[in-house]
């Protein structure tokens, strides 16, 4: 047996450790003192694995809770706040399911996307008032119009959002949007309604025809037909808006406005009546064309119209 040689094996291996910890800027009482904390946290970290591994922390948490809840922290009241128009009591009666609980077992960002199922909530915020109050409070969709579809009238937000249904001889002071996706087109139908300020008020509803275009109706009976593409229709509009300005061309006794040809500004009269009692169109900045004969798809648009009615 190579004892000599054994030995100068060791050594070399001596060295070696010695001149790799003569490179380390630490003195041998800090290596060793930073050693010890290493150990500690492994012991540390397996301790609380096995911890983990038997459910002591779920344990334990229960048994805070529960000794919260026998302190008087326990959930009696519901308080719901931001209500206007919704009623409070879908808000209540998904918030009511945690009543007798420890205030400390309620998981709130489960409440709160419960309660973010309901159609009106926008936004909801969830709170724990120690000592016994759960507070929901709610930022509710703002209804933007009244979508008629498939026979029936739902409120609807700018983005589409149905709200819920409301009754034909209650419906609020909103526009009427009518048409398959007219609901998604709300927004679109607001952008477009600002470039002619001056007309807004005066906007009974609009029909989305064909998922490219609208017709709007006025609260003065007649139909305006504007062109595809959102920056024609404004164009359209806004040229609309200063003809009815300089020539008062609401509530004149015409039918409707056709707009969709931009070399055209056609005003079709209900049957029958002299194309000499329509209105001048002075402002016109195209050729003006008085009739009384619909057009196709004009019907088509009206048949839709009252189908969805």
Known sequence: MD?????????????????????????????????????????????????????????????VSQLAGRAGFQVARIEVLGLERMDEMPVSSVAVRYVDRSMLSVDLEKLRAEVMTLGWV??????????????????????????????????????????GPVAADNLPDLPLVVGPDANRQTHALSRLMDAAPALKPMLAGATWVGSRRWDLRFQSGEQLLLPEGEAEAAAALVNFARMDGVDRLLGRGVLRFDMRDPSRFVLRLPPGQAQGNAPTVSAATVRTVVTDKPDTETRGASASAATEG
């Open 3 to 63: 004892v000599g040689g054994a030995r100068r094996r060791k050594a070399r291996r001596r060295g070696l450790l010695d001149r790799l910890l003569d490179h380390v800027p630490l003195s041998p009482a800090q290596i060793s003192k930073l050693l010890t904390w290493a150990i500690a946290l492994i012991i540390i970290a397996l301790v609380w694995l096995a911890a983990r591994f038997f459910g002591l922390p779920a344990m334990i948490g229960a048994e």
């Open 122 to 163: 926008k936004e909801a915020r969830v709170s724990r008032r120690l000592p016994d109050t759960l507070v929901v409070d709610v930022v509710e969709r703002q209804p933007a119009a009244v979508w008629q579809h498939d026979g029936m009238l739902s409120l609807v937000d700018a983005g589409g959002v149905e709200l």
